[in-house]
């Protein structure tokens, strides 16, 4: 079985907005992080122009990530201004560290 990373990088006040769906999209986990960064949108309060945002990581099999991407893609149409970046990333090898052995 092959292993996908779906990345999606989104507004902070947007998490609300998607967290009913990743919950009925049945992923067995996901990694959250602040992160800061600007693209459509540059925060002009900001010298650097950065502003917080959430940075959603979901290891799945490469089969899921495509709809887990298209779902969170347009999740991210209807998000506030900025709404964000979805991303698919090939993982060539995935390892449970808990049980010490390839997935």
């Known amino acids: ?21 990743i919950n009925k999209l049945n992923i ?4 959250i992080s602040n992160v800061k960064g600007f693209g459509d949108y ?4 900001n010298p650097h122009g950065l502003s ?5 990581e979901i290891y ?4 899921q990530a495509e709809n887990i991407a298209k779902v969170l893609s347009e999740l991210a149409n209807k998000m506030t201004e ?10 060539s090898k995935l390892m449970n560290v808990k049980k010490l052995e390839l997935i």
Do not use: H, Q, R
């Open 82 to 91: 900025g709404g964000g970046v979805v991303a698919i990333e090939p993982v």
């Open 42 to 45: 540059v925060n002009e309060f």
């Open 60 to 63: 799945t099999s490469s089969e």
């Open 1 to 21: 079985m092959s292993y996908s990373k779906v990345v999606i990088i989104l507004n902070i006040s947007d998490y609300e907005l998607i967290n009913d769906e």
């Open 28 to 31: 067995p986990g996901i990694s």
């Open 52 to 56: 917080n945002s959430l940075k959603i």
